[in-house]
């Protein structure tokens, strides 16, 4: 997502930026704020932000917020990867297996297909080690 223009966030680097060493920060509390601005009037009700890495290299960070009821759909695992539920409530399931997961709270995503809902407007930390 291209910064400027509405979005208010402050960050030292773009998420294509290599780390190079230096101490760049993310302020992911106003990152969150205006993702979930962004899904709350997305026909998906959803929207999406790289914060770290990409698909070239071999850790990716992507801040995902969802407005209240609605979900990412199940989707095949994309390799090791771990959830951080930074706001807000979310339901995270495998077939016939769900686990309600709130702000602060960590998950080990398992190598199997799984979907995601928001019980609230919610934001997570998706990180994803790809292999690149």
Do not use: C, K
Not at 80 to 106: K, P
């Amino acid at each position: 997502m291209p910064l400027g223009g509405s979005h208010h966030f402050h960050r030292a680097r773009t998420a294509s930026t290599a780390f190079n060493g230096d101490m760049d920060t993310i302020d992911l509390t106003a990152l969150v704020d205006d993702q979930l601005d962004l899904a709350r009037v997305a026909h998906s009700g959803r929207h999406a932000s790289t914060v770290s890495g990409s698909r070239e290299r071999d850790l990716r960070q992507t801040v995902i917020a969802i407005a209240e009821g609605h979900a990412l759909n199940d989707h095949e695992s994309p390799g090791e990867a771990t959830l951080q539920v930074l706001r807000g409530a979310v339901t995270f399931s495998m077939g016939d297996t769900s686990v309600e997961l709130a702000a602060g709270q960590f998950l080990v995503i398992p190598p199997h297909r799984h979907g995601l809902t928001a019980t609230t407007d919610a934001a997570v930390l998706l990180t994803v080690a790809t292999r690149a």
